[in-house]
C-alpha cells in the first residue's frame, strides 16, 4: 500500500511541476518587471555629535525596521531563456524605517526615509523556472530623525543615503509573475545639520544583514 502511495504522490508532484514549467514562456527572464521588495532594514547602532569643534560617537542598541522599495527592472537576457547570462538594471522609490536605544539608557532614537534608489547586476537563469541574482543598490534621499528621553523628543530633516550588496533567488509562476528571496548587507547613514537649532551636527548611521521577499509583475 505504501508503494502504491508513494508511487501515487510522485506522479501528483511530476505532473504539478511539468505544469508549472509548461505555463512558463522561455525567455520571460529577460522582461520588464515592476517589483515591490519588502527587507528588513538594519538598526540605529551609532548617533554621532559634532559641534564644529568635538566629534562625539554613541554607541547604540539597533532595533531592525523594514524598507520597502518599488521599482522597475529590465533584464538583459537571451532570447531563448533557458540557460542564460545577462546583467539588470532598475530604478525606483524606497520608503525606510530603523530605530536605536541608548545602552541601559532612556534615549531612543529613530528615522524614517525615503527616496530615489538604483540596482544592477548580473542574472542567471537555469532552465525556465529559476533565475539566480547578485548586484547591489544605492538609495539616496530624506530622512526624518527623531530623538526621545523620558517623554521630550526633538526631530529634523536631513539627507539620507543606503547602499547594499544582495543575492538573490526567483521562481517564474507562469509567464508575468516572480516570487523572489533576497538576502545580503545593507548600511545607512542620515545626516542633519544643526539638529533642532541645537548648534550640533548628528549623524545616524548602522549596517547588517538584510534579508526579504520580492513580489515582481512581468509585461
Known amino acids: 500500500m505504501r508503494k502504491h502511495i508513494r508511487g501515487i504522490m510522485a506522479i501528483a508532484v511530476g505532473f504539478v511541476v511539468t505544469s508549472w514549467a509548461e505555463d512558463t514562456v522561455p525567455g520571460t527572464a529577460s522582461k520588464h518587471g ?11 547602532d551609532e548617533v554621532e555629535e559634532d559641534d564644529g569643534f568635538t566629534a562625539v560617537t554613541h554607541s547604540a542598541d539597533s532595533v531592525d ?13 537571451g532570447r531563448d531563456g533557458n540557460n542564460t547570462v545577462g546583467g539588470f538594471v532598475g530604478g525606483g522609490l524606497f520608503f525606510a524605517n530603523s530605530s536605536g536605544e541608548e545602552p ?21 537563469q537555469l532552465g525556465r523556472v529559476v533565475v539566480l541574482e547578485a548586484g547591489s543598490y544605492l538609495g539616496l534621499g530624506v530622512a526624518d530623525q527623531e530623538i526621545s528621553d523620558l517623554g521630550s523628543s526633538a526631530s529634523d530633516s536631513g539627507a539620507y543615503a543606503v547602499f547594499g550588496l544582495k543575492t538573490a533567488i526567483f521562481f517564474q509562476i507562469g509567464s508575468n509573475i516572480e516570487l523572489g528571496l533576497e538576502a545580503g548587507y545593507a548600511s545607512f547613514a542620515g545626516m542633519v545639520p544643526d539638529f533642532d537649532a541645537s548648534g550640533y551636527d548628528i549623524t545616524f548611521s548602522g549596517d547588517g544583514f538584510q534579508g526579504g521577499g520580492v513580489f515582481v509583475v512581468k509585461f
Open 34 to 44: 515592476i517589483r515591490i521588495a519588502i527587507r528588513n532594514m538594519p538598526g540605529v
Open 65 to 77: 525596521g523594514a524598507q520597502i522599495d518599488v521599482m522597475y527592472v529590465k533584464r538583459f537576457m
Open 104 to 124: 541601559g539608557g532612556t534615549v531612543e532614537v529613530e528615522l524614517d526615509a525615503y527616496g530615489l534608489i538604483g540596482e544592477g547586476g548580473v542574472a542567471v
